[in-house]
């Protein structure tokens, strides 16, 4: 089974930034899709930023200009620059593969289990 290691969040002030980190355990026959996705309290989940095999990214528009989603294939990582954050950041957030493991296989959701992005003074 794959798993996807998320690592980066934390406690940080309006203004700062961070780095979200996003692993997989092991390399995919191919990739689809990258993304990031957030969750606040009582809100439902919502798209932050995806980035397409072919390197097309997508983001959300709360968050343009601000966040940038990036990967290293050699790594199986995929990260979430985020600056200039803001308190109504401050959520869970997920990140998320559409992927196929194997060649002839069909391509699949994978998500991480979350990391704790807090925005406040």
């Known amino acids: 089974q794959v798993q996807l290691v998320e690592s980066g969040g934390g406690l940080v002030q309006p203004g700062g930034s961070l780095r979200l980190s996003c692993a997989a355990s092991e390399s995919f026959f191919s990739i689809n899709r990258m993304g990031w996705y957030r969750q606040a309290p009582g809100k439902q989940r919502e798209l932050v930023a995806t980035?397409?095999?072919?390197?097309?990214?997508n983001y959300a528009d709360s968050v343009k200009g601000r966040f940038t989603i990036s990967r290293d294939t050699a790594k199986n990582t995929v990260y979430l620059q985020m600056n200039s954050l803001k308190p109504e950041d401050t959520a869970v957030y997920y990140c998320n593969y559409y992927a196929r493991r194997r060649a002839g296989g069909g391509s699949y959701d994978y998500w991480g289990q979350g990391t704790q992005v807090t925005v406040s003074s």
């Open positions: 980035l397409t095999g072919g390197g097309s990214a």
